[in-house]
């Protein structure tokens, strides 16, 4: 049995400790949000917190992960009123929507280490790819959500 604590709810699993988290939040318990894309922790579609920390999922073994904490996209906002979700949409950021979550778990975790990022802090921090190329929006809505979170 493996216990995470996902989104402030606790789960005991009975899993394969190989298990990628990403399967186990996805086809476990449900939570669709954390997308696969690459399968190598490259294009951050998968991207959550950890413990905390700005983590690629497809690649973490859940072995390892007993009594750790886990913050997915889902458990961000029930209502879509956490800044960065409220600045994605002001800025329109998403066009095919489906490296957003990781995107948007990614900017949430710059702004906690840096509350009013510069261009250069956003291009160095946010390293998840985006096939549609909406890079200039991802930084307007990051410099954005800066600003919501102020106040």
């Known amino acids: 049995m493996i216990t995470l604590t996902v989104n402030g709810q606790k789960h005991a699993l009975d899993i394969e400790p190989e298990t990628p988290l990403l399967w186990v939040l996805r086809d ?4 669709t949000g954390t997308k696969f894309g690459c399968g190598i922790a490259q294009c951050g579609a998968c991207t959550v917190h950890l413990n905390g920390a700005p983590t690629r999922s ?48 990614a900017a949430v ?32 809505a990051i410099h954005r959500a800066a600003e919501l979170a102020k106040g």
């Open 28 to 31: 476990e318990l449900g939570l």
């Open 58 to 105: 497809c690649m973490v073994q859940v072995g390892g992960l007993d009594g750790a904490s886990v913050l997915t996209i889902e458990g961000l906002s029930h209502d879509t009123s956490h800044p960065v979700q409220r600045a994605w949409i002001e800025h329109d950021v998403p066009q095919c929507g489906y490296c957003q979550s990781g995107q948007i778990m």
């Open 109 to 140: 975790a710059l702004l906690q280490q840096t509350p009013k990022p510069s261009d250069g802090d956003i291009d160095s921090a946010i390293t998840n790819i985006c096939r549609c190329g909406t890079y200039p929006r991802i930084r307007a």
